[in-house]
């Protein structure tokens, strides 16, 4: 295994001899702090149905086996749209997450509650089995899930442990709570539009959403970092989608506004890896010329924000290998590589 520790000073990777370590983001940054290459692995939408779940050790295997990958980003959906949102279920995926060897940082997807109240999820509240979310995938506020639990700065305080921000060798990451279903205001089972309920959790949520992105943004610039990362569930640019409806994903358009401004006063590549629509894509969503500048009403575009869709669902026969390289040319900080399951 690769050992992991909290580092002294807050960036969140340094390598010394063969570890990687992991820390905080609050301090200022500590010379010779970044600059490192490092891979970490991302897959999400997985696993979906009785086959995939029987194959997903052997899955976590394969990505434990690999000896470049220092940490694993699951991009959520821990389940099909169709299944039960079951407290044994949970249990299992966690059991499952247990087994990586390396730091997991886990994404919340929708699946695993905005639809759960869906009869043929159970028809549970999805406000009952987020925080059922929270309590068996988010045991210990501010680590990460894996054997090699490592550190990371967390929003728990405000009741969001899922959002949080790390740092490796000059690349900023942030994962946010950010899921399809109209990012939580879909209508539940029963009701022709949202909630009181739901749409005080999407107005809480997306706040600690905007306050985490921004705050990566700014410790990024303070540290003249190379790249910055953000994580998401939802496909908020979803090009398997000929016509999309305003009315369908008005409550992502301030979580756009913010990336775009964001990445548009950022002076480096910022790269987006998003799951939900389960079909791999590289794109820029918010250059100029985009469609998705007008139709969420942008006024700044972004042409160095890159989106990578990991694949995922029925279909899904790869994981996605991201190898970082501050000192890469051409400007491209971080490159990938599908690798095909070998089960």
């Given amino acids: 295994m690769k050992p992991w520790r909290r580092a002294a000073a807050p960036a969140l990777c340094a390598l010394a001899a063969s570890a990687l370590v992991l820390g905080a983001t609050a301090a200022p940054a ?15 939408d997985i696993p979906y149905g009785d086959a ?12 434990n086996a690999d000896p470049d990958v220092r ?14 949102c079951s407290d044994a279920y949970f249990q299992q995926i966690k059991a499952d997450f247990d087994t990586f060897r390396d730091p997991l940082v886990h994404t919340v997807g929708d699946n695993e509650w905005t639809d759960c109240h869906r009869p043929n999820n159970g028809s549970y509240n999805p406000l009952e089995r987020l925080d059922a979310i929270r309590r068996v995938f988010f045991p210990r506020p501010g680590w990460t899930l894996g054997q090699d639990a490592a ?9 969001y442990p899922e959002n949080v921000r790390y740092r490796c060798g000059g690349v900023s990451f942030a994962a946010v709570h950010v899921v399809g279903s109209n990012n939580g205001l879909a209508p539940w089972t029963g009701s022709t539009g949202p909630t009181p309920e739901q749409s005080a959790e999407v107005l809480g949520r997306t706040a600690a959403v905007l306050e985490n992105v921004r705050d990566t943004f700014r410790e ?3 540290r003249h970092d190379r790249a910055v990362v953000l994580l998401t569930q939802a496909d ?3 090009p398997t989608v000929a016509d999309p409806s305003f009315a369908d994903s008005f409550a992502f358009q301030p979580i756009v506004k913010a990336i775009a401004e964001e990445s548009a006063a950022f ?4 790269y987006l890896f998003n799951g939900d629509s389960h079909v791999y894509t590289s794109d820029r969503p918010l250059d100029a ?28 026969d790869d994981w996605l290998k991201v190898t970082v390289d501050p000192d890469g040319g051409d400007g491209r900080v971080l490159t990938w590589t599908r690798v095909p399951f070998t089960s």
Wanted: net charge positive; glycine share 14%.
């Fill in 151 to 159: 550190q990371v700065d967390s929003q728990a305080a405000r009741g």
């Fill in 52 to 63: 995939q779940i029987a194959a997903f050790p052997e899955v976590i295997g394969q990505i």
């Fill in 71 to 84: 940490f694993v980003d699951h991009l959520g959906d821990i389940k099909n749209g169709s299944t039960v």
């Fill in 289 to 316: 010329g985009s469609r998705w500048l007008s139709f969420y009403k942008v006024a700044t575009a972004a042409p160095n924000l890159q989106r990578i869709t990991v694949d995922g669902s029925t279909g899904v």
């Fill in 30 to 44: 500590q010379a010779g702090s970044g600059g490192h290459r490092f891979t970490f692995a991302v897959i999400g």
């Fill in 236 to 238: 908020m640019f979803d």
């Fill in 267 to 270: 002076d480096g590549p910022v």
């Fill in 220 to 222: 990024a610039r303070k």
